[in-house]
């Protein structure tokens, strides 16, 4: 997008026959370059020494950021987490990987499937005696519920006679939308990457890539904030740590024992009835030096880029920052937070934290927090009234094993989105290639800061 705008407005006298693009922009810009990164020839544009040069700058900046990718279905063999752009020297400790995993599969409401499952990561590349080597991480988690669906999830196209061909989508997932883009006849084909099952190497991801900013002090917790009608009250001085203390100890991961009663009591009755329910989860960062992110470019704000992430999480239907939508209905006096200055700290400080930690898309150095609204799950034991994609006629929804309520679940997948996405931010600013290049960048940046 850069790219482009940058072409647009070169001057005609700028034009000229210049040596052709290197090949390696052809993977950043397929639609300027041909095939070996020559500009293709119904598209002769030469491109001045300014453009090329913001080529392998924009090259340099992309592949300089910490990205993943998973893989796998909820009744595969496995599911596979890569993270690539991870610095060398950082100590990983597995096991603290695998115990947020475990925080994942606990909560009340959650389905039989847990019963099943013990997931744990097996890390295959990346990690050399317990520390990182700057090349890709790889984990991979087995999916012992795999061992039932054998046949009906092979590879080989001699067990298809296996398959238990589901054709009633169910509303609220991405059953109908995904076989219609695919063309696919078996929602299973589309259910089972849609699943989210895969948030299992989402937090895998987000556990990892705590333990690269945990020793710069940064802490993450997420917690339940309300489910279904029932909020909960957190206590407004409380700490991250006094608040993983009480949240972590509640079956549904509220810090308010009167509303744990309650929404337990809620679920119960859902159950009864073959219905679900969903709620809202807050995720808190304190730590955090402030200028993450940056005001320059849209896609380069912290908050953005944060929303982007959690609402890309299965069932996620909203996100705010601070006090969020409430800053719609107040008057700016009452909203914005008001700088101060502490002489003996020689720091800025805000009287308040409204903005939930970012203005103008980056951070200010208050703790972050961001809440997240998930929607009742759609797999209901009551179905919803459907259509058979087959017949065309009226069916229910077909009916896969689910859970009642998954929020305190996804209080834990949503601190480890924010968990990766700062650990992201925070590595563009202080880059480097190894852990002791990234703290020399870190410490030298907090002077600056501190000598304003």
């Not at 910490?66 to 796998?72: C, P």
Request: charged share 25%.
């Amino acid at each position: 997008m850069t790219i482009l705008a940058c072409i647009q407005t070169i001057p005609a006298t700028a034009i000229y026959t210049a040596p052709r693009v290197p090949h390696e922009t052809s993977a950043l810009c397929p639609l300027l370059t041909g095939r070996w990164g020559i500009l293709p020839r119904g598209r002769s544009v030469w491109l001045n020494r300014e453009v090329r040069k913001a080529l392998w700058l924009f090259r340099l900046e992309v592949m300089s950021m910490l990205r993943f990718l998973t893989a796998g279905e909820s009744h595969g063999p496995e599911l596979v987490a890569v993270v690539e752009g991870v610095p060398a020297g950082f100590e990983i400790d597995v096991t603290k990987i695998n115990h947020d995993l475990a925080r994942r599969q606990k909560g009340y409401g959650r389905g039989g499937r847990m019963l099943i499952e013990k997931d744990e990561v097996r890390p295959v590349s990346g990690i050399r005696f317990g520390r990182t080597t700057g090349s890709p991480v790889t984990f991979i988690v087995v999916n012992r519920d795999f061992k039932n669906w054998e046949k009906r999830m092979s590879a080989d196209p001699r067990d298809r006679g296996e398959a238990r061909v589901v054709t009633r989508p169910r509303p609220g997932h991405a059953d109908l939308a995904g076989v219609l883009k695919y063309n696919l006849e078996d929602i299973r084909d589309v259910l089972e990457r849609a699943s989210a099952r895969e948030t299992t190497a989402r937090v895998a991801i987000g556990a990892f890539a705590k333990q690269f900013i945990k020793p710069f002090g940064i802490d993450i917790l997420g917690y339940v904030v309300s489910i279904g009608t029932t909020a909960a009250k957190a206590p407004s001085q409380s700490s991250v740590a006094e608040l993983r203390v009480a949240t972590e100890e509640s079956a549904v991961r509220v810090a308010d024992a009167g509303a744990e009663r309650a929404i337990i009591e809620e679920i119960d009755a859902c159950k009864k009835t073959g219905d679900t329910l969903g709620g809202v989860v807050e995720v808190v960062a304190t730590g955090i030096p402030v200028g993450l992110g940056s005001h320059v470019q849209w896609d380069r704000k912290l908050d953005g880029r944060l929303a982007h992430a959690l609402m890309s999480l299965q069932a996620t239907k909203g996100v705010e920052f601070g006090i969020g939508f409430e800053a719609g209905r107040v008057r700016g006096s009452a909203l914005h937070d008001e700088i101060g200055f502490d002489t003996e700290e020689w720091r800025f400080t805000r009287r308040s934290n409204n903005s939930g930690g970012t203005e103008g898309g980056m951070s200010t150095g208050e703790p972050l927090r961001v809440r997240v609204a998930f929607k009742p799950l759609s797999t209901l034991m009551q179905p919803l009234r459907s259509v058979d994609i087959r017949s065309k006629q009226e069916a229910e929804g077909t009916i896969e094993r689910s859970d009642v309520c998954a929020v305190p679940a996804a209080a834990v997948i949503a601190e480890s989105v924010v968990a990766f996405e700062l650990a992201n931010a925070f590595l563009e600013k202080f880059g480097g290639d190894s852990l002791a290049e990234i703290a020399r960048n870190y410490e030298g940046y907090l002077k600056q800061v501190r000598d304003f």
